[in-house]
């Protein structure tokens, strides 16, 4: 089994918002930093959202990431099936897998909109997971912990927001995210494991998946 230092460490400080990751030793390497940014607040015009609008926003990009995610393992695993790490990308694929479904049914019990993007995240993620596959074992790591550290941040934020609007009216919605979020800082953890941070050009890699990430996100909830 997994440890579960990183996700703990995350746990423990999400009651306090704003807090930074306790520091010492961190054997798993670096971490997310838990942001202060409200869900949401990345413009004016979204500040205020709250209630059923916030609730649909947030079940439509969420539902949206976990379907990029399952597609960036579907193209991970096409490249790398035959190698040592097949068996480690197929159990974070089916944990994805886990996770879209249950969006899938919060888009369809919430009778959400599911955001328009998603043939074309079904290519990219496909792309980038495969496209990462292809510079190697490592490549596909750098991949998993690029992603998986802005979605663990991503559901961070959103978890401070909800607790911030009505911790007992989403408690329902805060298990889950506390649960997938856990999960994707697993995945975080396991790509540093398997030697992520040696895949060429790895800082340049992370950081422009992650600016993709952001774009992503950003057009997911709007589109
Ligand atoms: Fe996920
Ligand atoms: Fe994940």
């Known amino acids: 089994m997994l440890r579960r230092g990183a996700a703990t460490m995350v ?8 807090l930074r ?11 997310p930093v838990i942001g202060t940014r409200p869900y949401g607040g990345s413009t004016a015009e979204q500040g205020g959202l709250a209630g059923p609008a916030l609730l649909e926003r947030i079940i439509r990009v969420d539902h949206a990431g976990e379907y990029g995610a399952d597609r960036i393992y579907a193209g991970q695993l096409a490249v790398l099936g035959g190698s040592s790490v ?17 969006f899938e049914e919060l888009i369809s019990r919430h009778r959400v ?12 993620g496909f792309l980038l997971g495969a496209g990462s596959a292809l510079l190697g074992k490592e490549g596909a790591m750098a991949c998993t912990v690029a992603v998986e550290e802005s979605i663990s941040e991503h559901y961070n934020n959103q ?25 994707e800082m ?30 992503a996100v950003y057009a997911s909830e709007r589109v």
């Not at 990751?21 to 971490?31: A, E, F, I, N």
């Open 86 to 102: 097949a068996p480690v990308i197929k159990r974070m694929w089916d944990q994805e897998k886990e996770h879209l479904a249950k």
């Open 113 to 124: 909109r599911p955001t328009a993007l998603l043939p074309l995240w079904n290519v990219a």
């Open 159 to 183: 978890i401070r927001t909800l607790v911030e609007e009505d911790p007992e009216k989403h408690a329902e919605l805060l298990e889950l995210l506390r649960k997938f979020r856990d999960d």
């Open 11 to 18: 746990r423990a400080g999400r009651a306090s918002p704003g």
């Open 186 to 215: 697993e995945h975080h953890d396991t790509g540093l494991q398997h030697n992520a941070e040696l895949a060429p050009a790895y800082a340049l890699l992370k950081s422009a998946i992650q600016v993709g990430c952001k774009v």
């Open 21 to 31: 990751l306790p520091g010492g030793p961190r054997p798993l390497g670096s971490l």
